[in-house]
């Protein structure tokens, strides 16, 4: 079988018919479609990714808040009040005023312990920050002694 190098004109013995893709009209420009569409979704894909780990990030910082607030409260020299204000300055430090609006200290049994019960009620970030009402409620525990 000897050797047969390509011709100028040779097309390696297929014929491009009406329906093969490199002829086709109607497939011109639909790379570009794809492109956007795959994009656009992978772009939302993202974002949402994004928001739910701002959430997550939210909800551990306002449970370590509480649980923060809550030791502080239950020290020999300090009130459930200053638990209080010791959650909400650490809110207002860590994300903004708008979650600390709605802090609350009570006492609680906890598997037969006496606690002070620091309790956070914020809202739950939809577009960034920006959330609805006191959609999101923590509690933090401290041991009270004595």
Same mark, same amino acid.
């Given at each position: 079988?000897?050797f047969?190098?390509?011709?100028?004109?040779?097309?390696?013995?297929?014929?491009?018919?009406?329906?093969?893709?490199?002829?086709?009209a109607?497939?011109?420009?639909?790379?570009?479609?794809?492109?956007v569409?795959?994009?656009?979704?992978?772009?939302?894909?993202?974002?949402?990714?994004?928001q739910?780990?701002?959430?997550?990030?939210?909800?551990?910082?306002?449970?370590?808040?509480?649980?923060?607030?809550?030791?502080?409260?239950? /020290?020999?020299?300090?009130?459930?009040?200053?638990?209080? #204000?010791? @959650?909400?300055?650490?809110?207002? @430090?860590? /994300?903004?005023?708008?979650?600390?609006?709605?802090?609350? @200290?009570? #006492?609680?049994?906890?598997?037969?312990?006496?606690? /002070?019960?620091?309790?956070?009620?914020?809202p739950?970030?939809?577009?960034?920050?920006?959330? @609805?009402?006191?959609?999101? #409620?923590?509690?933090?525990?401290?041991?009270?002694?004595?």
């Amino acid at each position: 079988m000897p050797f047969r190098g390509r011709g100028a004109g040779d097309d390696g013995g297929m014929i491009a018919g009406p329906d093969d893709e490199r002829g086709s009209a109607d497939e011109q420009g639909s790379a570009v479609v794809d492109f956007v569409l795959v994009g656009g979704l992978l772009t939302v894909f993202f974002l949402a990714v994004i928001q739910l780990t701002l959430v997550l990030h939210v909800r551990n910082t306002l449970i370590d808040a509480a649980s923060s607030g809550a030791r502080y409260g239950t /020290l020999a020299d300090r009130t459930p009040a200053d638990a209080r #204000e010791r @959650t909400a300055d650490l809110i207002r @430090t860590a /994300l903004n005023a708008d979650f600390a609006r709605d802090v609350s @200290t009570s #006492e609680a049994s906890f598997q037969g312990i006496r606690t /002070l019960e620091v309790a956070v009620r914020a809202p739950l970030p939809v577009i960034g920050l920006i959330g @609805t009402g006191a959609a999101l #409620e923590v509690r933090g525990h401290a041991a009270i002694s004595g």
